[in-house]
């Protein structure tokens, strides 16, 4: 499998760039975030594309019937899924990243959550995982969809950031040498902020939790 070919120094969209198909392709970084003063975020490509670890089981254990992974990259819950006899499926943005899943056996889209997808309105659960949150730069906009996709009393997992935070900031996938995509705009949310957006966008806030250093919450759509 490989990257698609660009030129040095090309900024191709977002999540689509050189550096995150090269990475998703070899399985490991380094690759970040990039805010325009320089910040960065690392990017855990090498937990993606391995296995599942505690912190994502203790989603799974979760998810209830038939699952929807938006922002899935190389798919390492949907696969757990399927494993498990669930129906899921991932959605993602990058075509690297679909042919993964494909590839190990799962079932993904090559599609943003803000397409007509599948099945809309009839997934049980829905993730939100990996930071997804984000995807937009406005969680109000993406709690919103994520109502569209799930049933009535439907389950949305959502991971929140590890820290208390709340920012909507513009940034770029580096790989920290040069080679970069366009700037989007992205969001992070700590569990405060999810909370105040959830219940603002009409979800039930059911539970949150902790694993490690990663935090998690369930939401639970209305009727």
Do not use: K
């Not at 977002?14 to 960065?40: T, V």
């Not at 505690?54 to 979760?62: K, M, T, W």
């Not at 994520?146 to 770029?172: F, K, S, W």
């Amino acid at each position: 499998m490989r990257a698609p070919e660009m030129g040095a120094g090309t900024r191709a969209a977002p999540w689509r760039c050189d550096p995150y198909s090269r990475a998703l392709a070899n399985g490991h970084g380094p690759l970040y975030l990039r805010r325009s003063d320089g910040w960065m975020l690392p990017l855990e490509v090498e937990r993606w594309c391995g296995t599942t670890d505690a912190a994502d089981e203790s989603v799974l254990d979760r998810t209830e019937g038939d699952t929807l992974d938006a922002g899935c990259g190389p798919g390492r819950m949907v696969l757990t899924l399927t494993a498990r006899g669930h129906r899921a499926l991932g959605v993602d943005t990058n075509p690297v990243a679909v042919s993964r899943v494909v590839e190990a056996g799962g079932r993904a889209v090559h599609a943003s959550v803000f397409d007509p997808l599948p099945e809309e309105g009839r997934w049980h659960t829905a993730l939100l995982i990996d930071g997804n949150i984000g995807i937009g730069g406005t969680p109000s906009a993406l709690l919103a969809r994520m109502r569209d996709l799930v049933l009535p009393r439907g389950l949305l997992i959502v991971e929140a950031a590890d820290r208390d935070v709340h920012e909507r900031v513009t940034v770029q996938v580096t790989d920290g040498w040069g080679q970069q995509g366009a700037p989007f705009t992205w969001a992070r949310l700590g569990l405060p902020a999810l909370r105040s957006y959830a219940e603002g966008g009409g979800w039930c806030w059911e539970e949150s939790w902790r694993e490690g250093e990663r935090r998690f919450a369930a939401l639970r759509a209305p009727r």
